[in-house]
């Protein structure tokens, strides 16, 4: 098995690519060791110390390093990490896990909130997966979109430009009825 990895704009975070498929549909988001315990695969790569995130996507794993690591000195680890999974024949997740995806809204902005979706879905989500993350839908309020960033983009020092020059303008263009962008906390 080769896995390869890729930096991401996030300095801290880095993605790896098994040569597989990771996660048939959806994201997953494991922001601490405590959260991983529906994933073998993440509970392995939290073993290695100084990982601090993982998240995983259809094609890849994003792992997110504490400050003062040094890549050199865990990527192998990781690697090995990875390997070894996918090598046992494991599952990724137990089957009840929970996938990450927009948050439902049934409310009065029900055809808004479907454009902004179907917007994230088709121009940015793509975008941001080959950057090692993902953004998905939170919430709508008087014209203000929240949205939740995972992954490399959890911390990742361009994502308030991301958010406001690029998601904020293109939501902006396409949805006159949105005001502003801003990230939340999930």
């Not at 996030?10 to 405590?34: C, I, R, W, Y």
């Not at 490399?152 to 308030?160: E, F, I, Q, R, V």
């Not at 263009?173 to 939340?184: D, F, L, M, R, S």
Request: aromatic fraction near 8%; charged fraction near 20%; glycine fraction near 8%.
């Amino acid at each position: 098995m080769f896995i390869q990895t890729e930096a991401t704009p996030n300095p801290a975070t880095l993605k790896f690519l098994p040569g597989q498929t990771v996660l048939d549909s959806g994201t997953v988001d494991f922001p601490d060791p405590n959260t991983a315990s529906d994933s073998p695969l993440a509970s392995r790569i939290f073993c290695v110390q100084g990982v601090t995130r993982v998240f995983f996507g259809n094609d890849f794993i994003s792992v997110t390093k504490q400050d003062g690591t040094d890549w050199n000195h865990i990527k192998p680890a990781i690697l090995g990490a990875i390997m070894e999974h996918f090598q046992s024949g494991q599952a990724v997740l137990a089957a009840d896990a929970e996938k990450s995806g927009h948050r439902s809204d049934d409310g009065p902005d029900s055809e808004i909130v479907a454009q902004i979706k179907e917007l994230l879905d088709t121009r940015v989500r793509p975008a941001v997966a080959q950057d090692g993350g993902d953004i998905t839908f939170y919430g709508f309020d008087r014209g203000v979109v929240y949205l939740h960033m995972q992954g490399a983009c959890a911390g990742c020092p361009s994502s308030t430009i991301t958010l406001k020059m690029g998601i904020e303008n293109l939501l902006r263009h396409y949805i006159p009825e949105v005001t502003e962008v801003c990230p939340v906390a999930a």
